[in-house]
């Protein structure tokens, strides 16, 4: 299973919106509503940060949203805030009832 | 309040074992699949696999087979990776993460542990 497809880096100064996007295929993002977002602060453990494409777990901002078309998914920031910065991956279930992650993208809060 | 307590780092020579633990706490084990996750140094997350908490049956991802094996100790409520003949490789940081039957996301997650493989 091949690791899904992120940019390296994006950037975005605070108040700004931001997206970054997660390219599968149609045996992982496209075929199913299985989409997740992680965000990673260094030498820290990943947080969930959206479920199922566009659901948000209780306690994250609504300052994040999901969306997905075909085999890309993105994940939106808004408002941009310094904390932030950090690293997000990708995820999605696959139809060989496994999990890949996308490479991960770094985001920098100018 | 829910949370995965995973074991120390590891220094470990080439050829050596491992085993990486991680405790469970806040919420009924077998209520969900763990999985486990690696991280190399400055590079992204790899889903290694998970165990059925119920029946102990572990599924190994592409790349993780032969050496590496999931385990449960649900009267402690503790699930393990060890890996045999540790390699060079191996140097990560590895995370356990939980699933709810039914979902496929990981809500809550290890603090990860580092195991590095060095002569």
């Known amino acids: 299973q091949s690791a899904l497809t992120q940019p390296a880096s994006v950037s975005g100064s605070p108040g700004q919106s931001i997206t970054i996007s997660c390219t599968g295929t149609?045996?992982?993002?496209?075929?199913?509503?299985?989409v997740f977002w992680y965000q990673q602060h260094p030498g820290k453990a990943p947080k969930l940060m959206i479920y199922?494409?566009?659901n948000r777990p209780s306690g994250v901002s609504n300052r994040f949203s999901g969306s997905k078309s075909a085999n890309t998914a993105s994940l939106t920031i808004s408002g941009l805030q310094a904390e932030d910065e950090a690293d997000y991956y990708c995820?999605?279930?696959?139809?060989?009832?496994?999990?890949?992650f996308g490479g991960g993208t770094k985001l920098t809060v100018l | 309040q829910v949370q995965l307590v995973q074991s120390g780092s590891e220094l470990k020579k080439p050829g050596a074992s491992v085993r990486v633990s991680c405790k469970a706490s806040?919420?009924?084990?077998?209520?969900?699949?763990m999985n486990w996750v690696r991280q190399a140094p400055g590079q992204g997350l790899e889903w290694m696999g998970w165990?059925?908490?119920?029946?102990?049956?572990?599924t190994y991802a592409q790349g993780f087979t032969g050496r590496f094996v999931f385990s449960l100790d649900t009267s402690v409520s503790t699930a393990y990776l060890q890996i045999s003949s540790l390699e060079a490789e191996d140097t990560a940081v590895y995370f356990c993460?939980?699933?709810?039957?039914?979902?496929?996301?990981?809500?809550?997650w290890g603090q990860g542990t580092l195991v590095t493989v060095s002569s």
């Open positions: 993460t939980r699933a709810a039957y039914g979902s496929h996301w990981f809500d809550y």
């Open positions: 806040g919420f009924t084990l077998t209520s969900y699949a």
């Open positions: 165990i059925n908490t119920n029946t102990g049956n572990p």
């Open positions: 149609s045996s992982d993002v496209g075929g199913y509503n299985y």
């Open positions: 199922d494409v566009n």
């Open positions: 995820s999605s279930y696959t139809s060989s009832n496994s999990h890949v």
